[in-house]
Protein backbone atom coordinates (compact mmCIF):
# COMPACT_ATOMS: atom_id res chain seq x y z
CA UNK A 1 0.00 0.00 0.00
CA UNK A 2 1.02 3.53 -0.86
CA UNK A 3 1.35 6.41 2.12
CA UNK A 4 -2.16 7.63 0.20
CA UNK A 5 -3.68 4.39 0.70
CA UNK A 6 -2.34 4.20 4.30
CA UNK A 7 -3.69 7.63 4.94
CA UNK A 8 -7.40 6.84 3.11
CA UNK A 9 -7.53 3.70 5.84
CA UNK A 10 -6.67 5.84 8.76
CA UNK A 11 -9.61 8.22 7.95
CA UNK A 12 -12.09 5.28 6.60
CA UNK A 13 -11.45 4.09 10.71
CA UNK A 14 -12.42 7.85 11.62
CA UNK A 15 -15.48 7.65 10.03
CA UNK A 16 -16.88 4.41 11.01
CA UNK A 17 -16.48 5.72 15.00
CA UNK A 18 -18.27 8.23 13.88
CA UNK A 19 -21.22 6.30 12.36
CA UNK A 20 -20.55 3.83 15.07
CA UNK A 21 -21.73 7.09 17.48
CA UNK A 22 -24.35 8.57 14.94
CA UNK A 23 -26.42 5.23 14.63
CA UNK A 24 -26.92 4.47 18.28
CA UNK A 25 -28.05 7.75 19.36
CA UNK A 26 -30.35 8.49 16.19
CA UNK A 27 -31.62 5.26 16.71
CA UNK A 28 -32.61 5.85 20.42
CA UNK A 29 -33.78 9.28 18.84
CA UNK A 30 -36.24 7.52 16.49
CA UNK A 31 -37.24 4.65 18.49
CA UNK A 32 -38.80 7.18 21.16
CA UNK A 33 -41.11 8.63 18.12
CA UNK A 34 -44.75 7.11 18.22
CA UNK A 35 -45.76 4.75 15.37
CA UNK A 36 -48.59 7.64 14.80
CA UNK A 37 -45.71 10.17 14.39
CA UNK A 38 -43.78 7.68 12.34
CA UNK A 39 -44.32 8.20 8.73
CA UNK A 40 -42.07 10.88 6.32
CA UNK A 41 -41.73 14.22 7.14
CA UNK A 42 -43.81 13.34 10.47
CA UNK A 43 -41.06 11.49 11.68
CA UNK A 44 -38.22 14.28 10.45
CA UNK A 45 -40.47 16.87 12.33
CA UNK A 46 -40.10 14.97 15.64
CA UNK A 47 -36.24 14.31 15.58
CA UNK A 48 -35.70 18.04 14.74
CA UNK A 49 -36.58 18.44 18.13
CA UNK A 50 -34.68 15.73 20.44
CA UNK A 51 -31.17 17.16 21.12
CA UNK A 52 -29.81 13.69 21.21
CA UNK A 53 -30.57 13.30 16.77
CA UNK A 54 -28.88 16.21 16.44
CA UNK A 55 -26.05 15.21 18.15
CA UNK A 56 -26.23 12.00 16.53
CA UNK A 57 -26.59 14.16 13.00
CA UNK A 58 -23.15 15.84 13.77
CA UNK A 59 -21.14 12.93 14.18
CA UNK A 60 -23.11 11.47 11.09
CA UNK A 61 -21.74 14.73 9.39
CA UNK A 62 -18.53 14.19 10.53
CA UNK A 63 -17.82 10.66 9.65
CA UNK A 64 -19.13 11.51 5.82
CA UNK A 65 -16.69 14.34 5.63
CA UNK A 66 -13.96 12.07 6.85
CA UNK A 67 -15.23 9.20 4.38
CA UNK A 68 -15.40 11.47 1.48
CA UNK A 69 -12.06 12.63 2.67
CA UNK A 70 -11.17 8.64 2.50
CA UNK A 71 -12.15 8.26 -0.70
CA UNK A 72 -10.63 11.41 -2.55
CA UNK A 73 -7.32 9.55 -1.61
CA UNK A 74 -8.23 5.60 -2.01
CA UNK A 75 -10.27 2.95 -3.99
CA UNK A 76 -13.73 2.48 -3.12
CA UNK A 77 -12.95 -1.45 -2.69
CA UNK A 78 -9.90 -0.29 0.06
CA UNK A 79 -12.25 2.12 2.01
CA UNK A 80 -15.61 0.89 2.05
CA UNK A 81 -14.37 -2.61 3.59
CA UNK A 82 -12.84 -0.76 6.59
CA UNK A 83 -16.02 1.30 7.29
CA UNK A 84 -18.02 -2.18 8.54
CA UNK A 85 -15.10 -1.45 11.57
CA UNK A 86 -18.16 0.82 12.73
CA UNK A 87 -19.23 -2.46 14.20
CA UNK A 88 -16.36 -2.72 16.09
CA UNK A 89 -16.38 0.61 17.87
CA UNK A 90 -20.38 0.52 18.17
CA UNK A 91 -19.90 -3.01 20.33
CA UNK A 92 -17.79 -1.02 23.63
CA UNK A 93 -20.58 1.81 23.12
CA UNK A 94 -23.53 -0.70 23.34
CA UNK A 95 -22.12 -2.57 26.11
CA UNK A 96 -21.27 0.71 28.38
CA UNK A 97 -24.78 1.60 27.64
CA UNK A 98 -26.22 -1.56 28.28
CA UNK A 99 -24.28 -1.85 31.63
CA UNK A 100 -22.95 -5.18 30.34
CA UNK A 101 -19.25 -6.76 29.47
CA UNK A 102 -18.39 -7.68 26.11
CA UNK A 103 -18.89 -11.70 25.81
CA UNK A 104 -16.08 -14.24 24.53
CA UNK A 105 -18.36 -14.77 21.04
CA UNK A 106 -17.66 -11.08 20.87
CA UNK A 107 -14.45 -10.85 21.38
CA UNK A 108 -13.90 -14.02 18.69
CA UNK A 109 -15.84 -12.30 15.82
CA UNK A 110 -13.81 -8.81 16.61
CA UNK A 111 -10.84 -10.87 16.13
CA UNK A 112 -11.99 -12.70 12.54
CA UNK A 113 -13.53 -9.29 11.28
CA UNK A 114 -9.69 -7.88 12.16
CA UNK A 115 -8.18 -10.54 11.05
CA UNK A 116 -10.08 -10.44 7.81
CA UNK A 117 -9.91 -7.28 6.83
CA UNK A 118 -6.28 -6.96 7.32
CA UNK A 119 -6.16 -10.23 5.01
CA UNK A 120 -8.07 -8.78 2.45
CA UNK A 121 -6.16 -5.76 1.98
CA UNK A 122 -2.78 -7.55 1.62
CA UNK A 123 -4.11 -9.95 -0.28
CA UNK A 124 -6.47 -7.89 -2.66
CA UNK A 125 -3.99 -5.22 -3.16
CA UNK A 126 -7.18 -2.80 -4.43
CA UNK A 127 -5.94 -0.31 -7.04
CA UNK A 128 -7.74 2.60 -7.95
CA UNK A 129 -9.70 3.15 -11.00
CA UNK A 130 -11.65 6.35 -12.93
CA UNK A 131 -12.83 8.61 -10.22
CA UNK A 132 -15.86 9.16 -11.92
CA UNK A 133 -18.22 7.89 -14.77
CA UNK A 134 -20.41 9.32 -17.47
CA UNK A 135 -24.24 8.75 -16.87
CA UNK A 136 -24.53 5.34 -19.86
CA UNK A 137 -21.96 3.76 -17.99
CA UNK A 138 -23.82 4.23 -14.92
CA UNK A 139 -27.24 3.20 -16.40
CA UNK A 140 -26.91 -0.58 -15.67
CA UNK A 141 -26.25 -0.19 -12.36
CA UNK A 142 -29.20 2.41 -11.35
CA UNK A 143 -31.50 -0.25 -13.43
CA UNK A 144 -30.53 -2.72 -11.27
CA UNK A 145 -29.82 -0.81 -7.94
CA UNK A 146 -33.47 1.02 -8.55
CA UNK A 147 -35.60 -2.33 -8.86
CA UNK A 148 -33.75 -3.57 -5.61
CA UNK A 149 -35.17 -0.33 -3.74
CA UNK A 150 -37.84 -0.05 -5.49
CA UNK A 151 -38.79 -4.06 -3.99
CA UNK A 152 -37.83 -3.03 -0.78
CA UNK A 153 -39.84 -0.11 -0.65
CA UNK A 154 -42.79 -1.87 -1.47
CA UNK A 155 -42.18 -4.73 0.72
CA UNK A 156 -41.87 -2.04 3.56
CA UNK A 157 -45.23 -0.09 3.08
CA UNK A 158 -47.18 -3.62 4.12
CA UNK A 159 -44.81 -5.30 6.81
CA UNK A 160 -44.43 -4.26 10.26
CA UNK A 161 -41.93 -4.67 12.94
CA UNK A 162 -38.26 -5.86 12.67
CA UNK A 163 -39.22 -7.23 8.44
CA UNK A 164 -40.10 -3.47 8.01
CA UNK A 165 -36.59 -2.44 9.64
CA UNK A 166 -34.57 -5.35 7.55
CA UNK A 167 -36.47 -3.83 4.36
CA UNK A 168 -35.29 -0.15 4.78
CA UNK A 169 -32.16 -1.31 6.23
CA UNK A 170 -31.34 -2.39 2.92
CA UNK A 171 -32.42 0.23 1.22
CA UNK A 172 -30.35 2.71 3.16
CA UNK A 173 -27.64 -0.03 2.06
CA UNK A 174 -27.76 0.90 -0.95
CA UNK A 175 -28.81 4.33 -0.80
CA UNK A 176 -25.25 4.90 0.83
CA UNK A 177 -23.47 2.55 -1.09
CA UNK A 178 -24.51 4.83 -4.44
CA UNK A 179 -23.89 7.76 -2.92
CA UNK A 180 -20.10 6.40 -1.34
CA UNK A 181 -19.81 5.82 -5.57
CA UNK A 182 -20.94 9.33 -6.00
CA UNK A 183 -18.98 10.91 -3.13
CA UNK A 184 -15.66 9.96 -5.03
CA UNK A 185 -16.69 11.73 -8.19
CA UNK A 186 -17.25 15.03 -6.67
CA UNK A 187 -14.19 14.95 -4.17
CA UNK A 188 -12.23 14.61 -7.29
CA UNK A 189 -13.93 17.47 -8.87
CA UNK A 190 -13.14 19.97 -6.33
CA UNK A 191 -9.99 20.81 -7.76
CA UNK A 192 -11.38 22.38 -10.86
CA UNK A 193 -13.09 24.72 -8.78
CA UNK A 194 -17.08 25.15 -7.25
CA UNK A 195 -18.61 25.80 -10.90
CA UNK A 196 -17.32 22.24 -11.90
CA UNK A 197 -18.65 20.90 -8.85
CA UNK A 198 -22.15 22.78 -9.48
CA UNK A 199 -21.85 22.11 -13.19
CA UNK A 200 -21.50 18.15 -12.60
CA UNK A 201 -24.93 15.94 -12.49
CA UNK A 202 -23.58 13.75 -10.12
CA UNK A 203 -22.98 16.61 -7.17
CA UNK A 204 -27.54 16.68 -7.49
CA UNK A 205 -27.69 13.14 -7.65
CA UNK A 206 -25.58 12.66 -4.45
CA UNK A 207 -27.81 15.49 -2.99
CA UNK A 208 -30.89 13.27 -3.06
CA UNK A 209 -29.43 9.78 -2.58
CA UNK A 210 -27.83 11.26 1.12
CA UNK A 211 -31.28 13.05 1.69
CA UNK A 212 -33.50 9.63 0.71
CA UNK A 213 -30.95 7.57 2.78
CA UNK A 214 -31.15 9.79 5.74
CA UNK A 215 -35.30 10.03 5.81
CA UNK A 216 -34.97 6.23 5.24
CA UNK A 217 -32.06 5.16 8.22
CA UNK A 218 -34.29 7.39 10.47
CA UNK A 219 -37.57 5.14 9.34
CA UNK A 220 -35.29 1.94 10.03
CA UNK A 221 -34.05 3.00 13.02
CA UNK A 222 -38.52 3.84 14.05
CA UNK A 223 -39.70 0.92 12.76
CA UNK A 224 -38.03 -1.95 14.68
CA UNK A 225 -34.92 -2.20 17.04
CA UNK A 226 -31.14 -1.58 16.04
CA UNK A 227 -29.83 -5.57 16.17
CA UNK A 228 -32.29 -5.22 12.57
CA UNK A 229 -31.21 -2.63 10.85
CA UNK A 230 -27.55 -2.23 11.27
CA UNK A 231 -26.64 -5.41 10.37
CA UNK A 232 -28.16 -4.76 6.92
CA UNK A 233 -27.22 -1.54 6.49
CA UNK A 234 -23.76 -1.70 7.57
CA UNK A 235 -23.01 -4.84 5.13
CA UNK A 236 -25.23 -3.57 2.69
CA UNK A 237 -23.27 -0.20 2.01
CA UNK A 238 -19.71 -1.61 1.27
CA UNK A 239 -21.07 -4.15 -0.98
CA UNK A 240 -23.01 -1.72 -3.16
CA UNK A 241 -20.48 0.57 -3.01
CA UNK A 242 -17.34 -2.07 -3.82
CA UNK A 243 -19.53 -3.49 -6.75
CA UNK A 244 -19.95 -0.17 -8.07
CA UNK A 245 -16.11 0.79 -7.86
CA UNK A 246 -15.66 -2.67 -9.89
CA UNK A 247 -18.42 -2.59 -12.36
CA UNK A 248 -18.61 1.38 -13.00
CA UNK A 249 -15.40 2.73 -12.06
CA UNK A 250 -12.89 0.14 -13.11
CA UNK A 251 -11.37 -0.27 -9.19
CA UNK A 252 -9.09 -3.60 -9.16
CA UNK A 253 -8.54 -6.35 -6.74
CA UNK A 254 -5.06 -8.13 -7.59
CA UNK A 255 -5.52 -11.59 -7.30
CA UNK A 256 -4.56 -14.80 -9.41
CA UNK A 257 -5.59 -18.58 -8.68
CA UNK A 258 -6.34 -19.54 -5.24
CA UNK A 259 -6.26 -16.49 -4.13
CA UNK A 260 -9.50 -15.68 -5.46
CA UNK A 261 -10.78 -18.36 -3.20
CA UNK A 262 -9.24 -16.73 -0.51
CA UNK A 263 -10.62 -14.02 -0.97
CA UNK A 264 -13.96 -15.12 -0.89
CA UNK A 265 -13.76 -16.68 1.54
CA UNK A 266 -12.56 -13.93 3.93
CA UNK A 267 -15.51 -11.49 2.25
CA UNK A 268 -17.77 -14.37 4.04
CA UNK A 269 -15.71 -13.98 6.75
CA UNK A 270 -16.07 -10.34 6.92
CA UNK A 271 -19.97 -10.39 6.30
CA UNK A 272 -20.73 -13.21 9.11
CA UNK A 273 -18.54 -11.60 11.81
CA UNK A 274 -20.06 -7.82 10.42
CA UNK A 275 -23.51 -9.29 10.99
CA UNK A 276 -22.92 -11.08 14.46
CA UNK A 277 -21.04 -7.70 15.73
CA UNK A 278 -24.07 -5.32 14.73
CA UNK A 279 -26.43 -7.72 16.51
CA UNK A 280 -24.22 -7.82 19.92
CA UNK A 281 -23.75 -3.94 19.48
CA UNK A 282 -27.27 -2.78 19.06
CA UNK A 283 -28.63 -5.02 21.82
CA UNK A 284 -31.34 -3.02 23.60
CA UNK A 285 -30.61 -1.57 26.73
CA UNK A 286 -32.50 -3.40 29.78
CA UNK A 287 -34.88 -0.24 30.58
CA UNK A 288 -34.54 2.14 27.56
CA UNK A 289 -35.32 5.80 28.50
CA UNK A 290 -36.96 8.13 25.70
CA UNK A 291 -34.30 11.10 24.72
CA UNK A 292 -36.03 14.35 25.13
Not at 153 to 172: E, M, N, Q, S
Not at 215 to 230: D, F, H, R
Amino acid sequence: MTGWDWAAAGLALVAAALFAVASAVQQRSAAAVPDGQAGGLRLLRHLLRSRWWWAGTLADSGGYLAQAAALGLGSLVLVQPLLVTTVLFALPLGARWAHRRLSRSDWAWAGVLVVALAAFVATGEPTAGDDTAGWRSWLPAWVVLGAAVTGCLVGAAVRRGTPRAVLLAITTGVAYGLAAALTKGVVSLLDDGPAAVLGHWGTYLLVAVLAGGTVVQQSAYQAGPLEASLPAATVGEPVVAVALGLTVLGERVQADGAEWLLIAVLTVAMGVATVALARSSAAPLPTPVAPS
